[in-house]
T-cell receptor, first 113, second 112 residues
């Protein structure tokens, strides 16, 4: 079955630096990968979606890349701020037609002032 | 605010009991998804409904069931509760032409 893994449980970074989070998947290449942000005790919030034929997607300070050869997506936050501290989840579809999501366990990012 | 509402916000109950969690999707969304999030398992897909019909099932226990009503709100029923069922339960909805899902604020279930 398809697995999606986020290698780091936690990442600490200094304010102003670029945070880079990794998401790896096994078996087949998903058509889409999505990234969500989750704050403690709250529901995930959609951030970005990248298609398999897209190498890179940007939204303000966020950038996502998709490397089907490495079976990996990287999520970057540039000029990180303490307000960016949260858990970031990557997700892919599993189950044809239903668009149910399989999530990685997430990476907890802490941006230190 | 995602537009998805869930009630109650918190629920504390005892082992062996039965509870019902309620979700109202965003206006116009026909798809409702239920997820369970526990500390050790992460966010796990339970079940999906589309316009009143069950569309997909994930790792949902037989003690759990769900339904979607004609007004599109959905309920997740959890019975014979065990300590291990303590978790956050989220519902999410999605528009037919969208790929992303919109999550509600969740219901925190504590089984004592």
């Amino acid at each position: 079955s398809q697995k999606i893994e986020q290698n780091s449980e936690a990442l600490n970074i200094q304010e102003g630096k670029t945070a880079t989070l990794t998401c790896n998947y096994t078996n087949y290449s998903p058509a889409y990968l999505q990234w969500y942000r989750q704050d403690p005790g709250r529901g995930p919030v959609f951030l970005l979606l990248i298609r398999e034929n897209e190498k890179e997607k940007r939204k303000e300070r966020l950038k996502v890349t998709f490397d089907t050869t490495l079976k990996q997506s990287l999520f970057h936050i540039t000029a990180s701020q303490p307000a960016d501290s949260a858990t970031y989840l990557c997700a892919q579809y599993s189950g044809a037609g239903s668009y149910q999501l399989t999530f990685g366990k997430g990476t907890k990012l802490s941006v230190i002032p | 605010d995602s537009g998805v509402t869930q009630t109650p916000k918190h629920l504390i109950t005892a082992t062996g009991q039965r509870v019902t969690l309620r979700c109202s999707p965003r206006s116009g969304d026909l798809s409702v998804y239920w997820y369970q999030q526990s500390l050790d398992q992460g966010l796990q897909f339970l079940i999906q409904y589309y316009n009143g019909e069950e569309r997909a099932k994930g790792n949902i226990l037989e003690r759990f069931s769900a339904q979607q009503f004609p007004d599109l709100h959905s309920e997740l029923n959890l019975s014979s509760l065990e300590l291990g069922d303590s978790a956050l339960y989220f519902c999410a909805s999605r528009g037919d032409w969208e790929r992303e899902q919109f999550f509600g604020p969740g219901t925190r279930l504590t089984v004592l």
